[in-house]
């Protein structure tokens, strides 16, 4: 398997493509791209490496989602993530304007819907799907056992959580958050990599033995 991280929008968000290296399918992780500069890039690198199966969100804040439509114009794939989220959140402009982001907006409709328990297929490598609400309503979290990887969007960063201070309305609920990462996402192997929304890669072990949050 092959991750590349692109860093993207005033959030320095991590968009992931992830690849199957013996099939050469891909999932787009979050296409943060809010512009066609950042776009570019996360293209160019499809182009020449692979094909798209997947286009993943782990929530719907607007940092997140921003390049979405890019992608879906492109590749003609559906998005993937929680319709929960997606309904109970304000929209994405809404989103933009609040947190003062001044970019191409490009969002896409989740069509496909994600909850806790499904797993999918992207190429040959099984994917689990994990959901720990809290700092949004769904944080989708996806698990490739084989691997020993796991994509956290905002619920678990290296030394930190997701924020949960910006209202019921955003979907925040701190309690929410701390028991979905202690209950679900520490019960996984120590040596589990975690590849978070924002900043750099950690693992289960070390989160589980040093962060302070929890």
Request: proline share 8%; hydrophobic share 35%; charged share 20%.
């Given at each position: 398997m092959k991750i590349e991280q692109f860093v993207?929008?005033?959030?320095?968000?991590?968009?992931?493509?992830?690849?199957?290296?013996?099939?050469?399918?891909?999932?787009?992780?979050?296409?943060?791209?809010?512009s066609s500069?950042?776009?570019a890039k996360v293209r160019d690198y499809i182009r020449n490496n692979n094909t798209v199966q997947h286009i993943l969100l782990t929530h719907s804040h607007v940092d997140h989602l921003l390049g979405a439509g890019y992608c879906t114009q492109e590749y003609g794939v559906e998005v993937s993530g929680s319709m929960t989220d997606q309904t109970h959140l304000p929209d994405a402009r809404w989103q933009?304007?609040?947190?003062?982001?001044?970019?191409?907006?490009?969002?896409?409709a989740i069509t496909r819907n994600l909850a806790e328990g499904d797993t999918f297929l992207l190429g040959n490598l099984e994917v689990q799907v994990i959901d720990?609400?809290?700092?949004?309503f769904a944080g989708l979290c996806y698990y490739?056992?084989?691997?020993?990887?796991?994509?956290?969007?905002?619920?678990?960063?290296?030394?930190?959580v997701g924020r949960s201070d910006f209202g019921e309305f955003m979907g925040c609920n701190g309690r929410l958050l701390a028991?979905?990462?202690?209950?679900?996402?520490?019960?996984?192997?120590?040596?589990?990599?975690?590849?978070?929304?924002?900043?750099?890669?950690?693992?289960?072990?070390?989160?589980r033995?040093?962060?302070f949050y929890l």
């Open positions: 993207c929008n005033p959030f320095s968000e991590n968009t992931y493509v992830v690849t199957d290296e013996e099939t050469l399918q891909c999932a787009i992780i979050d296409p943060g791209m809010c500069l950042e776009w933009a304007g609040a947190f003062g982001v001044d970019c191409e907006l490009r969002p896409a720990c609400p809290g700092h949004s490739i056992p084989r691997e020993g990887c796991l994509f956290t969007g905002d619920v678990l960063f290296c030394g930190s028991e979905g990462i202690v209950q679900k996402l520490f019960a996984l192997p120590a040596e589990t990599l975690v590849y978070p929304g924002h900043g750099p890669s950690t693992s289960i072990g070390y989160e033995d040093n962060n």
